[in-house]
């Protein structure tokens, strides 16, 4: 007589969950990489695509260690309109600062890159989409007064989303002070640099991003007042393949070059040496 032995079940091995943030997604291309070479690589993926970085990493890419530092840190906007709608303006304040750690979406300070002596201000898109209140467009414009003080270069990485609408006439006003503020940096013989990266619109892109003495950018970022859709819609017409990406502006003269990340800081030099006589390079203490 035949015996059947009872069948066990032995259950499928799971796979180990992978650790959040292990990896992260190209948004280009949706290749994955690992987040440790993605952040040793300044957030370039393999294909080129240039990813977000934060403040405090651009000023690490770009300044010399050991001479950056900080100023107007504790600037912080108000709520001069009593904005509600969508909520309460200083808790939504008060919320973007507990993620971000940063105060406002503008990073600014001195310091020297290879060597040479600069004012930067940093715009950070983690921050409310690096949108330009008054607190951003007050950093701007002192860094600019700084250089002048200071008889420096002028550096401003720009991202923005636009005006802040919480602050209204505020926020737009902020264009026309940055702007006065350049054109004093310009008497007085000193040199600006606009660096923009993705992406780079409306009030931003309409004020100080784009008066630089050289317009640098970086690959694929996008540029533009208007969002694309918006000026679609307006026109109605078909609107031209890459429009308003740095690559296309390119090609039409609003900007001067495309530097890849890894290559800004040299490239910034390089024509800090060229355009700023009086930015010498001077030792390191």
């Known amino acids: 007589?035949?015996?059947?032995?009872?069948?066990?079940?032995?259950?499928?091995?799971?796979?180990?969950?992978?650790?959040?943030?292990?990896?992260?997604?190209?948004?280009?291309?949706?290749?994955m990489v690992f987040t440790k070479d993605l952040e040793a690589s300044w957030n370039v993926f393999p294909s080129g695509y240039h990813?977000?970085?934060?403040a405090d990493r651009r000023i690490e890419l770009l300044i010399d260690k050991g001479t950056w530092r900080e100023?107007?840190?504790?600037l912080v906007s108000k709520d001069p309109l009593r904005f509600t709608a969508g909520g309460s303006y200083p808790e939504r304040l008060l919320q973007h600062q507990r993620k971000s750690g940063l105060r406002d979406s503008v990073v600014s300070g001195t310091g020297q890159l290879d060597g040479i002596p600069v004012s930067l201000a940093v715009m950070d898109f983690g921050f409310m989409g690096a949108s330009m209140g008054s607190v951003a467009g007050e950093k701007?414009?002192?860094?600019?007064?700084?250089?002048?003080?200071?008889?420096?270069?002028?550096?401003?990485?720009?991202?923005?989303?636009?005006?802040?609408?919480?602050?209204?006439?505020l926020s737009l006003m902020q264009m026309a002070k940055t702007s006065a503020a350049l054109?004093?940096?310009r008497e007085a013989g000193l040199p600006y640099i606009a660096v923009l990266t993705n992406p780079t619109m409306a009030g931003v892109m309409a004020?100080?991003?784009?008066?630089?003495?050289?317009?640098?950018?970086?690959?694929?970022?996008?540029?533009?007042?208007?969002?694309?859709?918006?000026?679609?819609?307006?026109?109605?017409q078909d609107l031209p393949e890459g429009f308003q990406t740095s690559e296309f502006l390119l090609k039409r003269g609003l900007i001067d070059m495309i530097v890849s990340r890894k290559e800004m800081k040299p490239r910034l030099a390089s024509l800090l040496r060229a355009v700023g006589p009086r930015a010498k390079p001077v030792k390191a203490r």
């Open 207 to 236: 004020s100080y991003a784009t008066l630089g003495d050289v317009i640098v950018a970086e690959p694929q970022a996008l540029i533009g007042f208007a969002g694309a859709r918006v000026i679609k819609e307006t026109t109605n």
């Open 183 to 185: 054109a004093r940096l």
């Open 71 to 74: 100023t107007d840190a504790r």
């Open 1 to 31: 007589m035949a015996v059947f032995r009872k069948r066990t079940h032995t259950p499928t091995p799971k796979k180990k969950d992978i650790a959040a943030g292990l990896w992260t997604k190209c948004p280009g291309t949706g290749e």
């Open 140 to 169: 701007v414009t002192r860094a600019i007064e700084r250089a002048i003080k200071d008889k420096r270069a002028c550096i401003v990485v720009c991202a923005s989303g636009g005006a802040r609408m919480q602050e209204g006439i």
């Open 51 to 54: 990813d977000r970085l934060s």
